[in-house]
């Protein structure tokens, strides 16, 4: 997007909002960048140039600009559509890679030499891995020095800074500020501090519309008791971290999703943050989406009556494969009763002092050594869990933000008692997939033979190849024809 300079001359003279972070406008004049909506008058055209990250304009010499913030855009919605290296290395570093496990762990995890990933990053993003991550801790020092009252030196540490003094230099260096000028200037007040321990209020961005029936509906409906909840108003779960556990509520807003984060470590907040996008689709693009499904005539007036649905995702997938799993055949309070045995019986006390949770959801490890007669379920199912967690748990079947989509379903595909149902439910909420498909779905049957489109799972996979690469939302929509709670966000 960010070669063609025409169209991106276009967008930002219309301050078209929909390609907020997939490219940045950088102002030779002035050396400031800024997302293409900025409200302030565009330059002339001579003197813009363009750039697909925030990392490449501050490589190039260039800050951010104070009106627009172009730091806090969503993320570009090409990375969960692209299933290339390049994106996948884009997932990981978002969640927090390069921070943990430096460059050299990014590259472990790709299968790459690091000297391959400077250089295919530079060549498509303008910065490689250490600009990009450096370019996103920058961005969440912003939003924690703007709506929190932690002191400045937990803000470098909770940002993932090794130092106060590289903390320093970098806010000074991306916003022409110093961290409390920064806090100064800040349009709204400091959050109230929280009375529970490590409690951080942020707002989280998503490019409009977004419906949120669909995707906290889901999530309500099938919560696991002990783990997730729905209390006033928000969605709650516990959450593994890699420092340590914590717990979050999200809540839906006009203009964004209110996130409250309560963290055992600091260390983990680009992480949580990272692994709470993914569970809400907020980098989608939904204006694309609904472009393509609303092209249908038998779609169109399921995406004209609630624009904007966002395919719920997961926080952690090796949790969602094993729930998929406990979900085959059964109904939505069947396994979550099955969930909340092993959540009981073999999940990590956490305390909560807001609400109910009491636990960690299991790590495959826990599950690997279960005795098969402790487990309420079919002999062929109980099978398939012990063999996808004794699989999760060695690290034969890799489930994560880097992992190759079509590999993952290959190899799901060949353990016991995975058919395609089961891994495209996988593919589209453990993996992010947007084009994941479910054609044999019951919801999904019965919506299309109520709409006109063919029933049967192998015609109707052809009549979808129009709805590609968006087939996942298609599929939410599908489902929205239904009466069941998991399309309506609850009272």
Known sequence: MHTDTERCVRAVRSKDARFDGVFFTAVRTTRIYCRPSCPAAPPKAENMEFHPSAASCQRAGFRACKRCRPDTSPGSPEWNVRADAVAR???LIQDGVVDREGVPGLARRLGWSTRQIE??????LGAGPLALARAQRAQTARVLIETTPMRLGEIAFAAGFSSVRAFNDTVREVFALTPGALRARAARPAAPRSPAPGAICLRLPFRAPFEPSNVFGHLA??????????????YRRT?????????VALAPRADHIACRLSLTDPRDLTHAISRCRRLLDLDADPVAVDERLRADPLLAPLVDAAPGRRVPGSVDPAEFAV????????STAAARTHAARLVAAHGVPVDDPEGGLTHLFPEPGALAALDPADLALPRSRRTTLLTLVRALADGTLPLGPADDREEVRARLLALPGFGPWTTELIAMRALGDPDAFLPGDLGVRRAAERLGLPATPAALTARAACWRPWRAYAVQYLWATDTHPVNHLPS
Do not use: I, K, S, Y
């Open 89 to 91: 290395a884009m997932r």
């Open 119 to 124: 250089r295919q990053l530079l060549a498509e």
């Open 221 to 234: 409906a099938t919560a696991v008791p002990g783990v997730e909840e729905w209390r006033d108003g928000a």
């Open 239 to 247: 959450l593994g971290l890699p420092h340590g556990h914590g717990t």
């Open 323 to 330: 729930r998929a799993v406990l979900g085959q055949q059964v």
